[in-house]
C-alpha cells in the first residue's frame, strides 16, 4: 500500500511543491513549525532512511543541500536545521526548518496556521530560488 508521500509525488495527492529531480521531491510540510518547513523525500518508497543505498543517502544529502539553500535564500535563517524523525510516515523524509535559534527545531512548538495563499507564497518563494 503506498504511502502518503508516494500518493504526493504521484500527484495523487496536492502538496505545494518546491523542488523536484528524477529521483527526489521536496515540498512544504502542510503543519510547519516556520515558514519555510519543508519535507524531502526520495521519490522510491522507503520506510527508514538508513535503509536507502549508499548512493541514494549520498544523492538525497546532495538534492537536500541545495533545497536547504533555497530556503536560507528565501527565508533568511542563521541556518536551516535538518531532522530526521520519520515516525509518522512510513516513508524516508528529511525536514529542513528555517532557523532562527534551536528553539524553532522543536517538534512540540505549536504550528502555523497557514491560508492555502500563504503555502503558495512560501512555496513559490524557495522554488524561485532553487538552482
Same mark, same amino acid.
Given at each position: ?12 495527492? $496536492? ?11 521536496? %515540498? ?13 523525500? $526520495? ?6 532512511? %538508513? ?24 527565508? $533568511? ?20 526548518? $528555517? ?7 522543536? %517538534? ?24
Amino acid at each position: 500500500m503506498a504511502t502518503i508521500f508516494s500518493k504526493i509525488v504521484k500527484g495523487e495527492i $496536492p502538496s505545494y511543491k518546491v523542488a523536484e529531480d528524477e529521483n527526489f521531491y521536496a %515540498f512544504l510540510d502542510i503543519n510547519p513549525l516556520v515558514k519555510g518547513h519543508t519535507l524531502v523525500i $526520495p521519490k522510491r518508497e522507503v520506510d527508514y532512511i %538508513f535503509d536507502l543505498e549508499d548512493d541514494e543517502i549520498a544523492a538525497m544529502q546532495v538534492f537536500t543541500k541545495r533545497v536547504a539553500t533555497a530556503i536560507k535564500k528565501a527565508f $533568511p535563517c542563521i541556518k536551516v536545521g535538518q531532522a530526521v524523525l520519520g515516525l509518522e510516515v512510513p516513508h524516508a523524509h528529511i525536514h529542513l526548518i $528555517p532557523m532562527q535559534s534551536e528553539r524553532d527545531m522543536l %517538534f512540540t512548538n505549536p504550528k502555523l496556521k497557514l491560508s492555502n495563499e500563504e503555502f503558495i507564497e512560501v512555496a513559490n518563494k524557495i522554488s524561485q530560488e532553487f538552482v
